[in-house]
């Protein structure tokens, strides 16, 4: 295979927070592969499009047939190399015929939000996996940043937090739709967010207290 399957990150939802470079290749795929969201925001009359469902075989299969006809560009949300399509395009392809194309994370939008550098803060995702306890554990200055979904959502993540040690006055911000328009960021206890109700697919930033 001598053509690049391209993986392009999107950012988390608003175009401000993609990249030119990835703009740029997305704009000149002849074969374009994507969520609906994504394809919807980005797909023009003059490229083919494939729609990425549960049926993750018919989206691969589509990719080693187009390769060999055009440029292919696969969208994926935030960046690439956090959490994405990437891992199972490794696994159909080998890496020296994939080009990855970076966007701004999810994740590094939500530390930006509250001016906090993410340099040292441990980041483990909730996303359709569950870290291990260890990792969770509450530790003096530990900051988490989590990815979570429908079922490791702001409260079940919550209650976990409280068994792994950490206190119940330990400060979440719960950030929701970032960069969309109707996107939240709400800061609360470990305790309320254990009982409020559940915010799905957010990021949560753990820390003991808020230092400023
Ligand atoms: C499979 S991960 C994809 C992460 C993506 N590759 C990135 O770098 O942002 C999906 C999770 O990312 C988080 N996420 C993605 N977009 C988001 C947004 N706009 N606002 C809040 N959380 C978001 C949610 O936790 C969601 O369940």
Known sequence: MNKKIIVAGIGPGSEDFISPAALKKIRSAEFLV??????NQFASANQTIFPI????DAAINFIREKILLGKV???VSGDPGYYSMLDLLRK??????????PSISAMQLAFAKISLPWQEATLLSFHGRQP????LKYSEGKILGLLTDAEFNSATVSKILLECGWDKKSSVTVCEKLSYPDEKISVTTL??????EPVKHCIL???????S
């Open 132 to 135: 291990a306890r260890e990792a």
């Open 73 to 75: 560009v696969v969208m």
């Open 53 to 56: 469902t549960r049926d993750l």
């Open 34 to 39: 994507g969520g609906r969201r994504a394809l």
């Open 205 to 211: 930033i753990v820390r003991r207290s808020i230092q």
């Open 92 to 101: 159909n392809f080998p890496p020296s015929s994939i080009e990855v194309i």
């Open 191 to 196: 305790a309320d967010a254990a009982k409020a």
